[in-house]
């Protein structure tokens, strides 16, 4: 009994003194059942509405605190040249094997190659190695790849490719490097960008996951959230991505393409670097592989199919610009090769992801605590 007297005694004085509103009319002297009621029913109305709004709030915060806005202030800004993750020129030759490098290796193997015929179906071989995409897999020919091995494909690729000594120049007095880099369609030089760096043999043949000071500085903003709140990727988010030390959508993709292969064909390209971060060695395709894949290019390529379903979820970089071909000419110039282009015309326009609710906003949430004080009013007369 005493236990109980104490407890109550407690709860009545804790409502008086509890500065929430309602709770010291559930205990004021005087007041009879009904009105106290009426407080309790008027309270936990007011909890209900603190969890509802609080919820939503949440809700809010987790899926959609960012809003894209128009930004027009075109002489504030600077013009990055295509050269970011997204928008790296990439030259890709017809000839990407050295003849001359070629004969040599053939010449150094005598073992592997012993007779002429071998010699002529090793250099049909990695010619058309050196040339595959997805377009052209399914003619992958077969029954002439002798004694090379799945595993050599891709060191015989960067060994014995055509140097391209291009002159570059872009209107600005920015250097411009070119970059030798592995893509889908084989072995090829990319200008000014930060992910060749991850892409190119020395760098997968070592085994290397480590992120380095790009040589190009990009100026860029991240906006200080998780990647799904903010439904972006920074560059250096790539945990998502096996075979990748960088992240961008295209690489993204890329590892989908991957994914499909694996699953499809249980093998991959000699584009693909063929261990990924975890110590996992994937078989790579010889050309009865290569054929399999080319059986669906369509779906590879577009990574759309109308017979399953294909996730990729692959997220926008968060800094990331378009940039549109205008006009294109080329012609044959005898004097080595010569590569020139710049931007014709600035921007005008930048679309900016913008936080407009932020952690501080949830904490804050003002206008729970006025919701759960509704009941002072109808009962003020
Ligand atoms: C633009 O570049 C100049 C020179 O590199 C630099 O001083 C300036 O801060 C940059 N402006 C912006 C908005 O990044
Ligand atoms: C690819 O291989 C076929 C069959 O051996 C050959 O006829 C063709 O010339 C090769 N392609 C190239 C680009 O060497
Ligand atoms: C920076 O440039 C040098 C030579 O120009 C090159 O060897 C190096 O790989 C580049 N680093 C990166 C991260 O691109
Ligand atoms: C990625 O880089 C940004 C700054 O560019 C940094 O704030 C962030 O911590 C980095 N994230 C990781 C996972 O390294």
Redesign the pocket.
Known sequence: MDILKQVRRTIVESFHEISVHGFIFLVKRGNNILERLIWLVCIIVGFYGIIELGSDTWHRYQTSPTVITMDRSKFAWNTSFPSRTMNKMTVCSDKKIDDDKLEDYLKANPLKFPTDDSKENARNFIKNLSLISYETMSDFPLGIEGNIKPDEYLKLMSDLKWEFHPEISSGTSNKL?L?RIITERGICDAVNT?T??YNSYDYWKDNRWDL????ITVVVHPLELKPSQRNCRLDNESEELLTSAIYSFNLCRSQCRFKMALKECKCIPWFYRSLDKNGRRYPICRPEGMRCIGKMKDEIITLKSSKKKIECDCMANCDNSNFFTQSIRSRVWFLGANLQWGIIDYPKLQLKRELIFGLSDVLGMKNIIINANICKYPLMF
């Open positions: 490097i970059q930060k060749a760096y380095v000071e790009p040589n």
